[in-house]
C-alpha cells in the first residue's frame, strides 16, 4: 500500500522532529552557554571514533582535552549528551570537594527497578540514599579493619604465588588476566564472604566461574553500559541490563545462605557480611538479604574485573622494566629479612618503593577513562578562557574529569610515557591531578583493600619468581579499541619463572630456603 506524499511528508518531518527534539536537543547547549566545544554530529555526537572502534576511548578523549589547552573546561558530546569536561585541577577539587553539595551523584547505567546489581549500589546511588550507604559501609575499610584482615589476603596471596612458583619451574607464560582474577576471587570470598576458595587448585569452583562469565566487561557489555547511560529511554524499552536476573538470583543465594548460616549458628567473622548484618539506616532499620546482595556484588565486580586489571598491568610494567623489578625485589628481600619472614601489615603498608611503583602503574594505566559528576544545584562555573564569560549551569549538567588525560599532562608528569617511579618518591604530587581512585566524598570506598592485596601478593610473587615478557606481551603498549576499559591488544601475557633458590616467606610464619 503506497502512502500519499502528504502522510509521507508528515511522516518524514515527524521523524525529523523526534531527532531533534529527542536526540539531538542540546547541540545548541554549548554555544548558549558560551563554551568552547568539539564539534558534533547528530545522535554519535563526538562518540563515532569510539563506536566504530578506531581509537581506544580514553585516548580520543585524551586528543580532545589536549586540543583545548588553554581552556578550563570544554564542551563534548556524549552521544546526545552534552558535557562540560573540567581540565583545570582547581577547578577539579572545587567540584568534588569543596561545592560537593551541588555535584553529589553520578549518573547511572540502567534503570535500577530493572537492574539492582547495577542500579542500586552505593556507586549507582544518589543524593540521601548514597550518604546512607556510605556510612553504613566505610567502617569495613578503616585502617584497623584492614589490619584484621590482612592475615585473610597473605594467607591467598602465600597460597596463589606457591602454586604459580611450583607452576613455573622451567618458565611458564601467564594469561595473567585469568590469573589474577582467580587470586582476586579467593581474597574477595575469604574477606567478603567468609567462603574458603582456592581458584588455582580447584579451577572450576562455583565462585570463580560465576565471576569469570558474569564480570568480564566485553565489547556487549561496553555496548550495553554505553545504552543504557545515553540512551536510557530506549534501554528501558528494550529492557537492556548489564546483569541478568539468574546473575542476581545466584549472588543473593550467596549472601542470602551466609547470612542464615552465621544466625544460626552464631557465626562471628570480621568481614563485609557481618558488617552489614550489623548496619541500621538512620531510622534502624535493617538492611534486606536484597540489599546486601547488590552492595556486595559491587565490592565482588571491583575486586574481580578492576583489581585484577591493574594486577595485570603492575606485573606487565614489571615485567618489561627489569630494573624496576630488581630494585622492588630488593625491597621485598629486606622486608623478609627484618620481618624474619612473617611481614606485617605496617611492614608492607610501609613499602616505599613498592607504593611508588603501584602508584606509577596507576598514573600510566589509570581504570576510569572518566569520573563524572552530575550537578544538583545551580552552579556558576568560571570563564572557560580569559576572554570568556562565567557560566551557570543548571541541575541535571553533566561535568567529567579525565584521569587518563590528566596523569599523561606534561605539565604535571613530564615525559609522561616514560614508566618512573620515582616521580613518587620523597615528592608530593597534587590530589588534584594524580586520581586514579577519584577525589572528595565520591572517592572509591575500597582503594586501600585494593592497594593492600596488591602490594601483598607482588611481595611473595617477586620473592618466588622473575617476571619477563614473552612473545605475546604487547610491546609497546597498545590498547584494544573494541574494550571501554584498558586492555592491551594482545591480552594480558608474560612470562614467569621460578627462581633457583628463593626464599619461601610464608604467611603461617614457616620460613624456609627452597631450591625449585
Not at 194 to 218: C, H, P, Q, W, Y
Not at 250 to 270: N, Q, S
Not at 330 to 351: F, H, L, S, W
Request: one cysteine or more; aromatic letters at 12%.
Amino acid at each position: 500500500m503506497e502512502m500519499d506524499p502528504l502522510t509521507s511528508t508528515l511522516i518524514v518531518a515527524a521523524v525529523i522532529l523526534f531527532v531533534y527534539r529527542y536526540l539531538w536537543r542540546g547541540s545548541s547547549y554549548f554555544e548558549e552557554l558560551g563554551i568552547p566545544h568539539e564539534r558534533s554530529i547528530p545522535i554519535l555526537g563526538n562518540m563515532a571514533p569510539i563506536v566504530f572502534h578506531r581509537v581506544f576511548s580514553a585516548e580520543h578523549f585524551q586528543r580532545a582535552y589536549n586540543r583545548f589547552k588553554h581552556a578550563k573546561y570544554f564542551g563534548f558530546h556524549n552521544f546526545t549528551a552534552p558535557v562540560i569536561i573540567v581540565r583545570d585541577p582547581d577547578l577539579v577539587s572545587s567540584i568534588a570537594i569543596k561545592n560537593f553539595d551541588n555535584f553529589t551523584d553520578h549518573r547511572g547505567f540502567v534503570d535500577g527497578d530493572l537492574d539492582p546489581l547495577m542500579g542500586k549500589n552505593l556507586f549507582a546511588l544518589c543524593g540521601d540514599e548514597w550518604r546512607e550507604m556510605r556510612k553504613i559501609l566505610s567502617p569495613a575499610f578503616t585502617s584497623a579493619k584492614m589490619k584484621t584482615m590482612y592475615k585473610l589476603i597473605a594467607e591467598c596471596a602465600d597460597r596463589f604465588t606457591e602454586h604459580i612458583a611450583m607452576e613455573s619451574k622451567g618458565a611458564k607464560i601467564y594469561d595473567t588476566k585469568d590469573a589474577f582474577g582467580r587470586y582476586t576471587t579467593d581474597v574477595i570470598a575469604t574477606t567478603n564472604f567468609g567462603i574458603a576458595v582456592d581458584s588455582m587448585k580447584d579451577r572450576d569452583n562455583e565462585f570463580f566461574v560465576f565471576a569469570r562469565d558474569t564480570l568480564n566487561f566485553s565489547a556487549i557489555r561496553t555496548l550495553k553500559m554505553l545504552l543504557g547511560r545515553n540512551f536510557p529511554t530506549l534501554s528501558r524499552l528494550f529492557r537492556i541490563r548489564i546483569f541478568s536476573n539468574a546473575s542476581r538470583r545466584y549472588f543473593t543465594g550467596v549472601i542470602g545462605e551466609a547470612v542464615r548460616t552465621r544466625k544460626e549458628k552464631g557465626i562471628h567473622r570480621p568481614d563485609m557480611i557481618e558488617l552489614m548484618m550489623e548496619s541500621r539506616d538512620s531510622n534502624g532499620r535493617e538492611l534486606t538479604i536484597d540489599e546486601m546482595a547488590i552492595q556486595a556484588f559491587l565490592f565482588f565486580l571491583g575486586g574481580y574485573d578492576t583489581t585484577s586489571r591493574f594486577l595485570c598491568f603492575a606485573a606487565h610494567v614489571i615485567a618489561v622494566n627489569p630494573d624496576v623489578q630488581a630494585k622492588l625485589r630488593a625491597e621485598i628481600e629486606e622486608v623478609a629479612r627484618r620481618t624474619n619472614g612473617q611481614p606485617t601489615y605496617d611492614a608492607i603498608k610501609d613499602m616505599a618503593y613498592m607504593d611508588a611503583v603501584l602508584n606509577e602503574t596507576n598514573r600510566l594505566y589509570s581504570a576510569p577513562a572518566f569520573l563524572d559528576r552530575v550537578c544538583v544545584k545551580e552552579f556558576e562555573l568560571p570563564p572557560a578562557t580569559p576572554d570568556s564569560k562565567p557560566c551557570v549551569i543548571k541541575p541535571g549538567a553533566i561535568v567529567w574529569f579525565l584521569p587518563f588525560s590528566m596523569h599523561r599532562d606534561p605539565n604535571y608528569f613530564p615525559d609522561p610515557l616514560k614508566f618512573d617511579p620515582t616521580r613518587f618518591m620523597g615528592r608530593d604530587v597534587p590530589q588534584n591531578v594524580y586520581i586514579p581512585f577519584g577525589l572528595g566524598p565520591r572517592v572509591c570506598i575500597g582503594n586501600r583493600f585494593a592497594l593492600m592485596e596488591t602490594k601483598i601478593v607482588f611481595y611473595y610473587l617477586l620473592l618466588r619468581c622473575e617476571l619477563e615478557p614473552c612473545a605475546k606481551t604487547t610491546i609497546p603498549m597498545r590498547f584494544d579499541k573494541s574494550i571501554f576499559l584498558p586492555t592491551p591488544e594482545t591480552g594480558f601475557w608474560v612470562q614467569i619463572k621460578t627462581r633457583k633458590t628463593a626464599p619461601v616467606s610464608r604467611a603461617n610464619g614457616v620460613v624456609t630456603e627452597k631450591a625449585f
